[in-house]
């Protein structure tokens, strides 16, 4: 199937720095992207919608401010969470979806940790 | 809106063991229906899927069958083993992003 890969699957940083995280589509093109959240034992939250070529969809109570997406090309998203906080600290999901499949792929995830 | 309920967990089986997961949905129109696995500490994988109604989605031995008629796509597998201890998603799709159940944590002991 097809594969989306996220880079890095760990970090660690400092509070007030700021954290990019990568997803890549590997073998499909996706003009849109989507950015989860998930918080321990729960469920993924939709953050935002990433479009290639115009700006990102932020789902309600997503500060767009703090959570930058730039979508780059058609097979790159990038998340940008900027000036990370503690309760910033998260699990962070992509996935991509493929025409061809009608099918969400998603990546290994990003576990950030903000000390 | 599109919603998804599914069973709460956790369930814990023994190996061997008969498996079935709830889920049903609400939907306008007709959504695809997935079910997705996650492992300890890593994303999501996409276990089964089916597109329309009566479709039947298989994969490493669960099933799952789309039911109009009830709205339900209920998880089964008929013999689970240790190795399948993981958090099982059910989501359905008209039109992208998902829409994901809040997932069901499955413990297989031997």
């Known amino acids: 199937g097809a594969v989306v890969s996220q880079h890095p699957s760990r970090v660690i940083c400092k509070s007030g720095t700021s954290v990019k995280i990568e997803c890549r589509s590997l073998d499909f093109q996706a003009t849109t992207m989507f950015w989860y959240r998930q918080f321990p034992k729960k469920s993924l939250m939709l953050m935002a919608t990433s479009n290639e070529g115009s700006k990102a969809t932020y789902e309600q109570g997503v500060e767009k401010d703090k959570f930058l997406i730039n979508h780059a090309s058609l097979t790159l998203s990038t998340l940008t969470v900027t000036s990370a906080h503690p309760e910033d600290s998260s699990f962070y999901i992509c996935?991509?979806?493929?025409?061809?499949?009608?099918?969400?792929?998603f990546g290994p995830g990003t576990r950030l940790t903000v000390l | 809106g599109n919603s998804v309920t599914q069973m709460e967990g956790p369930v814990t089986l023994s190996e061997e063991a008969f498996l079935t997961i709830n889920c049903t949905y609400t939907?306008?129109?007709?959504?695809?229906l997935f079910w997705y696995v996650q492992y300890p500490g890593e994303g999501l994988q996409l276990l089964l899927k089916a597109t329309k109604a009566d479709d039947k989605g298989s994969n490493k031995g669960f099933e799952a069958t789309y039911r109009k008629e009830t709205t339900s796509f209920h998880l089964e597998k008929g013999s689970v083993q240790v190795s399948d201890s993981a958090v099982y998603f059910c989501a359905l799709s008209g039109n992208t992003p998902l829409v994901f159940g809040k997932g069901t944590r499955l413990s297989v002991i031997a």
């Open positions: 939907a306008t129109g007709y959504p695809s």
């Open positions: 996935s991509a979806p493929s025409a061809t499949t009608d099918t969400q792929y």
